[in-house]
């Protein structure tokens, strides 16, 4: 993605240009259930009216107190993955692995970092291609990969319905899915991947607290249609009611047609123009800011402060140039590294791990200390930390 003025990018938005990056990897646009309704609303009980007491006054202190505190945790970048548990020996080879595969730039970078991996642990590897707006080539690849006996199948971002489920399982293969929601971790799925989105919701809330201390007014942008990003938009609303009786928060949905006919932004913008209070606007993923900020100027409204969930390249230049607020970290490298290490450790019958140490790390970048990094992969050796576990050397 090339960055001008502000991410103006003609065409289609690709979630996570953290590549999958990271939301939502191989999504694509016309498969997800499309949402209901353009528009809706959930304010904190008593945020439009002043605090008049002194009992009110002393929680919102206390809310901007443990908001701004709870930053610290994330100003630095991680340096060490949260798994630590290496393998009993370097993989088994000859296992098969098909990566689902779509032309999106997140989807091909999991299939090199797959294709790479699979190729030092001597396992064979291929791709089934589908086009994402297609779901009928969607279970044509399911089906090429199970004709190719894969052992195990990389997906990312489509929903997977319960016959494909059954399908897979009663050809023995398992699935190793990334950014895939709804969909449970239990047989034949070993590991789903996907950002920790309520921790970055509430992050992200923080943020708001604390920056607007205590009297934000935020206009969210929210996609529906991306079941995933229900965990960032819950926990943000959640969290800011919970610490914050004097902010506002409005949700605005996007249907996916909306986002395939390039209406996110405009459709944001009619919600700030309706609530001129706003001063915040709050985006569930990186990269449908696209030509936020130029939209913003042109509609007057260029004192509203862009902070979001998983930054891309556009927002990190815009952190340093002041024009964006805040961004939460997300690397699509490292949730493919993870993919990858639960088929290694499932080949080995070892356990996966999920919970905590299975869980990606992120930062809160702001112009303070967002420096001269141009994508958010970290920590930065990741690869060698984890070839280091798995037991496997070569490039």
């Not at 990858?340 to 990606?360: C, I, K, T």
């Amino acid at each position: 993605m090339q960055h001008n003025s502000r991410r103006e990018v003609s065409g289609r938005v690709l979630p996570r240009s953290r590549p999958v990056t990271a939301l939502l990897a191989a999504i694509g646009i016309g498969i997800a259930v499309a949402a209901c309704g353009s528009s809706s609303s959930s304010s904190s009980p008593g945020s439009t009216v002043v605090a008049s007491n002194a009992s009110a006054r002393t929680s919102a202190t206390g809310g901007v107190a443990t908001a701004t505190a709870a930053l610290k945790t994330y100003q630095a970048a991680p340096t060490r993955i949260n798994i630590t548990t290496p393998l009993k020996s370097a993989p088994p080879p000859g296992k098969t692995v098909v990566v689902l595969g779509t032309p999106q730039p997140q989807n091909v970078q999991i299939q090199q970092t797959v294709a790479q991996l699979a190729h030092l642990a001597h396992w064979n590897y291929s791709v089934a291609s589908y086009d994402p707006a297609d779901p009928a080539t969607f279970n044509s690849a399911i089906q090429t990969a199970l004709t190719k006996h894969a052992n195990y199948i990389v997906e990312a971002g489509i929903p997977v319905t319960p016959a494909i489920l059954q399908q897979v399982e009663h050809a023995g293969a398992k699935l190793a899915v990334t950014a895939v929601y709804p969909i449970a971790v239990k047989p034949p799925v070993i590991v789903n991947t996907s950002a920790d989105n309520s921790t970055q919701g509430n992050l992200m809330a923080d943020y708001f607290v604390s920056d607007s201390n205590g009297k934000g007014n935020a206009v969210i942008e929210h996609v529906p249609g991306y079941a995933i990003l229900d965990g960032f938009t819950n926990a943000f609303t959640a969290r800011v009611k919970a610490l914050c009786p004097g902010c506002t928060t409005t949700t605005t949905n996007v249907t996916l047609p909306q986002l395939a006919a390039g209406q996110l932004v405009p459709t944001v913008i009619s919600a700030l123009k309706r609530n001129p209070s706003a001063n915040y606007v709050v985006f569930d993923d990186g990269p449908f800011a696209t030509g936020m900020t130029s939209a913003l100027a042109a509609a007057g409204l260029s004192k509203i402060k862009v902070i979001g969930e998983a930054a891309d390249p556009a927002g990190l230049a815009a952190l340093r140039t002041g024009t964006e607020a805040a961004w939460t970290g997300y690397s699509s490298p490292y949730a493919t590294l993870q993919v990858v290490d639960a088929m290694f450790r499932d080949a080995e019958g070892l356990p996966v791990p999920q919970a905590q140490e299975g869980v990606q790390q992120t930062q809160l970048l702001t112009k303070a200390n967002v420096g001269s990094i141009t994508d958010w992969n970290y920590p930065t050796n990741a690869l060698q930390q984890f070839k280091a576990l798995w037991k496997i050397s070569g490039q």
